[in-house]
Every structure is written in C-alpha cells, then in structure tokens.
C-alpha cells in the first residue's frame, strides 16, 4: 500500500490519482509503501497510463453493476494481474457503505481470487458465483488478495 507520494502522505485514493495524474510523464518520484508493516522508501519512474487500463475504466456504467453484498468490481488487464501477482480474479472499485462486504472491510483496489474454491476470471463469472451462493443460501467465501496479503472473508448475501 502507497503512504506517502512525492513526500506527501496518501490518505485519500482520488486525491492521490490525481496527483499522479498531475505529475510528468518520465519523472523520478519518491513513495513510501507498507511491506509488512513496514516502512519502505522506494524511487519510482513515472511512465505513460495504459491504454488497456484506461479502455477498461472507461466503460460506461451499466444499471445494476453493484454485486451482491455491496461490492462493484471490474474485469482485471493482465497487466495488473502480472502486478498484483495473481492469474485470475476481479478488481473491486467500490464498497457500498454498511454493506456486508463494507463490514467485512473489503475496500476499492482489493482482488478476488475465487469465489467458494472456484476461480474467478471476470465479472460475469464473479456475478455468477456469488448468485449460485445465495441461491444456496450460503455466505460466499471469497479468496482476497490486499498487496501481498491474502485471505479467506465470508461475504453475506441477504442484501
């Protein structure tokens, strides 16, 4: 997790996007980062944005994208797969407060690995699972990767 930016501390994910936005492309800016509780001071080289990153972010929204338990999540690029370090999984972009996945403090940029043993490739198949849980009357339990943490949540679906 990115604390500090440029020698600015991140407390807030917009504000922080659009400093990043704001700085040049080419230039050297120092970030601190958490690693195992850790303080770690890093260089980093600002490069141009993605343009699979922005296509996938650009979608309009469609009715009803929020899943079940609160969660909005989106299909992964496998550029960000290959840096989260997963093969699989969806992008959560947003945590409906008081939700149960709010209460299970899911938050926006976590991954979904799998969703009760099964593996998750995008949001149709996401969607897919968390319905066949609810169908079943189950809580669904999702395998959420946080930077290099990963871990079991159960998610419930009486929403």
């Known amino acids: 997790m990115i604390v500090e930016f440029d020698g ?10 659009l400093r990043v936005a704001d700085t040049e492309v080419g230039r050297s800016v120092p970030i601190v980062v958490m690693r195992d509780g850790k303080r770690v001071a890093l260089n980093v080289k600002l490069g141009p944005r993605d343009t699979e990153v922005i296509a996938s972010q650009a979608r309009p929204a469609e009715p009803g994208r ?5 969660l909005t999540v989106r299909d992964m690029t496998s550029s960000e797969r290959q840096a989260a370090g997963v093969d699989q999984g969806v992008m959560i972009t947003d945590v409906r407060e008081g939700s149960p996945a709010d ?11 799998e969703v009760g043993g099964k593996p998750v490739t995008n949001v149709a198949t996401f969607t897919r699972l968390l319905q066949e849980a609810k169908a079943r009357g189950k809580h669904a339990v999702l395998l959420v990767r946080n930077g290099d943490d990963t871990q079991f949540v159960p998610l419930r679906l009486d929403n």
């Open 8 to 17: 600015q501390p991140v407390a807030d994910l917009q504000k922080f996007r």
């Open 103 to 113: 209460e299970e403090n899911l938050a926006a940029e976590m991954v979904i690995e």
């Open 66 to 70: 929020e899943a079940l338990g609160g």
